[in-house]
């Protein structure tokens, strides 16, 4: 199976996202595809034996097309346009309305002078904006024949019913009499164009803010990198750099790829990732991400991720990946939409018909059906929740929170209780062997055992002191419990008390007062199946955040529960400095999932871990958090991971999706309000009335209601 990302043109409101997802995820071939309003975009997910050009096809067969790539001269196009038909909205209306003001006008353009050439004048005009706007009226019309009937369609019939019925009576009035010149509405029509395209310029300007840090992701890594081949520097494209390459990198350069340090250290820049403002320093064997900026020193390092598996291609897949995601709010608009459009149909010929049997003129009824049609499209509805929601997305990731699942903003305002795990979370996981009972070859033997495993634990055994290396075989990692391997002909067994009780051993070192004074630190034993050989304390640092993040979420009214693996004391003696009042400790993987399980009956918890042992658990919590690990993105048991070594970022999140929340619900209300204010208005039944240019103005200015609002989003840094 693959997966291709396409820049889509046509798309207007969520009719139109809705329509084309609908279709593609019934074509042949196709396992999923997910449409994105607001970024233009439709996520496909492909059999092996489908080509990207028959994707395309589908595309276009259902009334849209893709770009591929985005052209920035296309948006310059879109604005010289519009500059042109401003103009010609201008001399439009002068010439329609400037009677009605008595302003001065050419004579032969004057209505009342010579009323067969305004016409042909208005008649071309009008022409030339449905040509302006034909993508429109056609795309309108393909939904209609296809059965999924979205704004253009709206505004497409709008414009041709408006067009056809000036036509008739501009003909009338060429071969019968000036009487009919009342009846032309040609204005009308080009007018609604114009708006309705205007609304749309302002909308892709304001929308592309919302996608920036996005391009800007993609945009921040250099073209070009320094390469050593055969002791030579050579600069190539970052196309041509390989896994593996020997990568230079000199004070003021940007890092090309990812990779590892082999020769020199430096201080870098990654705020562009983790919102870090201040210089790291790199050495030896750290990690160095494309798009870093190197401050002042010479290095040279091997390069690991190239292209597409870089971090900052994998942060881009995951953020348009989350904007794709809906909450239920959203799920809500969309089926108010698939309605909404027919049901506007009805109420238009409703309309039309009922003052046609009230006597009223048919240039009155005609007024009203195209009024209707207009000034109810659901643009605004549709715009309403994805808007925000990649603008949210989009903050967050500059900020250095990276979140997965554009749902986790509406979930985290159910959250009233945050689950911690303890080492790497809470503690720093920079975990020393302080203290034990044992010999020299104990501690060898410990340490060639660890050398293999990843946790935390095992980390801080192997950074204890340079070892000899033994040959180890049959290793074996019990999740929850420790390790085993053979060693010189003999199974060695590493872990905590619960792996000894599992080998049903006794522990020898219970009256040991040593034993007994590290009680509170973290215990690990070297055992094999007949005894206990040695035991050893470790201790682990507390992160400075850890004060801070449980004393907000509490002054948040949520309440802070520790689940970790490790033994009572420690867990208590950490949560008790902290100011946790529940603690769940010595619980196995499987326990903290069943925990999970059993409390989150109302989707109300959420889970903040390392992503080691807390994949199960992560994955049942209504929202997790995968605490930041370095260049490791990828956490993919979780919806949300912290670029940035900063659980501050957690009360951040409760504020910002509070906020966004906010937003979508009044994003909601001034949409419904609006359709539902205006769509009597435009019926021409109540005292005060639209008329269609009127209704293409409120129409526009509705849509960008809605995008203003959604901006507020990046005005207030409060938040984050």
Do not use: W
């Amino acid at each position: 199976m693959k997966k291709v990302i396409l820049n889509i043109e046509g798309m207007t409101c969520t009719a139109c996202s809705l329509g084309l997802e609908k279709f593609l995820n019934k074509q042949e071939g196709i396992v999923e595809a997910s449409v994105n309003l607001v970024l233009a975009t439709a996520t496909i997910k492909y059999k092996d034996n489908l080509s990207i050009n028959e994707i395309e096809k589908y595309i276009r067969q259902a009334g849209f097309k893709s770009l591929g790539k985005s052209e920035e001269g296309k948006s310059k196009n879109a604005k010289s346009l519009l500059i042109l038909f401003t103009i010609l909205e201008i001399v439009l209306m002068y010439v329609s309305m400037g009677n009605m003001f008595n302003l001065p006008m050419l004579s032969f353009l004057d209505i009342h002078k010579e009323p067969v050439i305004y016409t042909i004048f208005v008649f071309f005009l009008t022409v030339l904006f449905i040509f302006y706007g034909f993508d429109i009226i056609k795309n309108g019309i393909l939904n209609l024949i296809k059965g999924h009937p979205n704004m253009d369609t709206l505004v497409g019939v709008g414009v041709i019913v408006n067009f056809l019925y000036s036509c008739y009576f501009a003909f009338l009035m060429i071969t019968s009499g000036v009487s009919y010149f009342h009846n032309l509405y040609f204005e009308s029509s080009a007018t609604i164009i114009f708006f309705v395209k205007l609304g749309r310029f302002i909308e892709s300007k304001n929308k592309s803010r919302a996608a920036d840090s996005i391009r800007n992701l993609v945009e921040i890594t250099p073209k070009k990198g320094i390469v050593k081949k055969n002791n030579k520097e050579v600069e190539v494209t970052i196309d041509e750099i390989k896994e593996g390459d020997i990568v230079v990198s000199k004070a003021g350069d940007k890092i090309s790829v990812d990779g590892v340090i082999v020769k020199g250290e430096t201080y870098v820049d990654e705020s562009f990732l983790t919102g870090e403002s201040g210089p790291i320093k790199k050495k030896i064997n750290s990690k160095v991400l494309a798009g870093s900026y190197n401050y002042d020193g010479y290095i040279e390092y091997k390069a690991l991720s190239v292209g597409k598996n870089s971090s900052i291609s994998k942060i881009v897949d995951l953020v348009i990946d989350a904007t794709n995601s809906k909450p239920n709010i959203a799920k809500f608009a969309d089926h108010v939409s698939a309605y909404f459009v027919p049901f506007i149909f009805i109420v238009a010929v409703v309309s039309f018909i009922i003052h046609l049997l009230l006597g009223n003129s048919f240039g009155l009824a005609i007024n009203s059906l195209v009024s209707v049609l207009v000034v109810a499209c659901p643009c605004a509805l549709g715009l309403a929740t994805p808007l925000a929601i990649v603008l949210a997305i989009s903050y967050c990731s500059k900020k250095g929170i990276l979140v997965k699942n554009g749902n986790s903003f509406e979930l985290i305002n159910n959250i009233n209780t945050v689950v911690f795990d303890k080492t790497g979370t809470l503690t720093e996981a920079k975990i020393k062997l302080i203290d034990g009972i044992y010999q020299r070859d104990d501690l060898i033997i410990l340490q060639n055992l660890e050398l293999n495993s990843n946790h935390p634990l095992a980390k801080g055994i192997v950074e204890t002191c340079e070892f000899p290396r033994v040959l180890v075989t049959n290793f074996k990692e019990e999740a929850g419990f420790g390790v085993s391997a053979i060693i010189n002909k003999t199974k060695y067994y590493a872990g905590g008390l619960n792996f000894l009780i599992k080998k049903k051993l006794n522990n020898p070192f219970l009256d040991n007062k040593k034993y007994l004074d590290n009680l509170n630190n973290s215990i690990i034993f070297l055992f094999t199946d007949e005894k206990v050989l040695a035991v050893f304390f470790l201790s682990d640092e507390i992160k400075k955040d850890s004060f801070g993040v449980v004393k907000t979420l509490k002054e948040m009214n949520k309440k802070v529960v520790m689940l970790t693996g490790d033994n009572k004391n420690i867990a208590f003696s950490v949560a008790n400095k902290l100011g946790i009042d529940k603690v769940i400790s010595d619980v196995l993987p499987k326990e903290k999932l069943d925990f999970i399980e059993k409390n989150n009956t109302n989707n109300n918890i959420m889970m903040v871990g390392d992503g080691i042992n807390d994949s199960p658990a992560l994955k049942k919590a209504a929202v997790s958090i995968s605490v930041f690990k370095g260049t490791d993105i990828s956490a993919d048991a979780s919806d949300i991971v912290l670029l940035r070594d900063s659980l501050m970022l957690i009360p951040s999140l409760f504020n910002i999706s509070k906020r966004t929340f906010r937003i979508i619900k009044e994003n909601l209300f001034l949409a419904l309000f609006y359709n539902v204010s205006m769509i009597p208005l435009a019926t021409g039944f109540l005292p005060i009335k639209l008329n269609p240019m009127i209704a293409s103005l409120a129409m526009t200015l509705s849509s960008v209601t809605v995008v203003l609002n959604s901006l507020r989003l990046l005005k207030s840094r409060k938040e984050l």
